[in-house]
Nanobody, 120 residues
């Protein structure tokens, strides 16, 4: 069973930095994609950054240049370094993994979320 566990969230002042980490504490599988999404109050969940198995890391336009994603999809670990944070970055951040299975097709996995709050 896959269990994605995030850490590193918290309260930071505008202009500050945070580093989020995520590990799979359950059965290790080979993810095709790993990354981070976030959901602010009253808003839909949105992508922050995703590292696909083949291809370049994709960053949301709202974070590009301020955020760096690193991951080892085979080892099921992913980190998100966030710099120059603004109050608009306040959200619950979710670790994400996507697996392809020949029998079941695509399957998405989510962590429980970690709160990031940026004060002005």
């Amino acid at each position: 069973q896959v269990q994605l566990v995030e850490s590193g969230g918290g309260l930071v002042q505008a202009g500050g930095s945070l580093r989020l980490s995520c590990v799979n504490s359950g059965d290790i599988i080979s993810f095709n994609d790993m990354g981070w999404y976030r959901q602010a109050p009253g808003k839909r969940r949105e992508v922050v950054a995703v590292n696909p198995k083949s291809g370049d890391i994709v960053y949301s336009g709202s974070v590009k240049g301020r955020v760096t994603l690193s991951s080892n999809n085979a080892k099921n670990t992913v980190q998100l370094q966030m710099n120059n944070l603004t109050p608009e970055d306040t959200a619950v951040y979710y670790c994400y993994g996507r697996e392809w299975n020949d029998e079941r097709g695509w399957r998405d996995y989510w962590g429980q979320g970690t709160q990031v709050t940026v004060s002005s």
